[in-house]
């Protein structure tokens, strides 16, 4: 089973910032003020603008996917077995046509109600006064995004499927965010290849048995087409 995490740099060429490059988006923003419950608590309308900013610029047609996502859309419909867990918060895996994509960092696309614990399609903007579709109640709707201090999502099945890959790949991440980037590790403890693929060599490059480099929209297409061929 292929293991594959991805990260900010597999949207960057589909014109979504990363967080942590110059221009990032953690170089706009505080991530205190945006990306922690204390900073919900403190300003909800500010943190509720961001993510609408975030998602209208998803939705605006601009965004598309681009072939590094593609191309591992076209690795599972090969029939090989492939876990795709993705930090991002963008739906471009889906876009481009990978049925399952674990997100586990949430999505922008959904609403999360603290009153019954629901997560809901959520496409406009989000505000405290909106309903949640599932139970009916207002003011309990946030971004269904995983903030710093929070459990990411699907971890149990996540270290699950890492005990069990052969070959666990890393795309586009810095390797600044644990657990994500502790991921590679329990893979490699049992057993598995790992290989990154990044920009440049990552926080966590040394954890790594192989590295490609240079812009995944190139990179991505070019390990996949190898591995059809059974290099690797
Ligand atoms: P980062 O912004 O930390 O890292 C992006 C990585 O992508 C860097 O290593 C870049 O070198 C690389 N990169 C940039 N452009 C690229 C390209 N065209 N092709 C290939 N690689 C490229 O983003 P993440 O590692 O995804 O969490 O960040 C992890 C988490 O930190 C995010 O999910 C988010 C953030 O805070 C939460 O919001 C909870």
């Not at 795709?84 to 960092?105: F, I, P």
């Not at 003011?139 to 499927?161: C, K, N, Q, S, T």
């Not at 790594?208 to 190898?226: C, I, L």
Request: proline fraction near 4%; glycine fraction near 12%; charged fraction near 25%.
């Amino acid at each position: 089973m292929i293991f594959i995490l991805t990260g900010a740099g597999i949207s960057r060429e589909s014109g979504i910032d990363t967080f942590r490059d110059k221009g990032g988006l953690w170089e706009k923003v505080r991530v205190d003020d945006v990306a922690t419950l204390r900073g919900f608590r403190k300003d909800p309308k500010r943190v509720y603008e961001f993510y609408d900013m975030r998602r209208r610029e998803l939705a605006s047609g601009k965004i598309l996917p681009n072939p590094a996502h593609l191309a591992l859309a076209r690795l599972e419909q090969s029939g090989r077995e492939v876990f795709l867990v993705t930090q991002n918060v963008d739906d471009l895996h889906e876009r481009a046509g990978s049925r399952n994509v674990v997100h586990m960092h949430g999505e922008l696309l959904k609403a999360l109600c603290s009153l019954c614990g629901a997560s809901s399609r959520w496409e406009g903007d989000l505000g405290g006064g909106d309903a949640c579709p599932a139970c009916g109640r207002s003011g309990g709707l946030r971004p269904d995004v995983v903030w710093f201090g929070e459990m990411p999502y699907r971890m149990d099945e996540i270290e699950f499927a890492c005990s069990r890959a052969d070959v666990f790949v890393s795309i586009g991440t810095s390797g600044a965010v644990y657990p994500a980037a502790g991921l590679v590790r329990i893979a490699k403890a049992h057993g598995a290849s790992s290989l990154e693929i990044n920009l440049e060599p990552s926080l966590t490059a040394g954890s790594f048995d192989g590295g490609r480099y240079g812009p995944a929209s190139r990179t991505v297409p070019e390990w996949v087409e190898q591995l059809a061929c059974k290099i690797m």
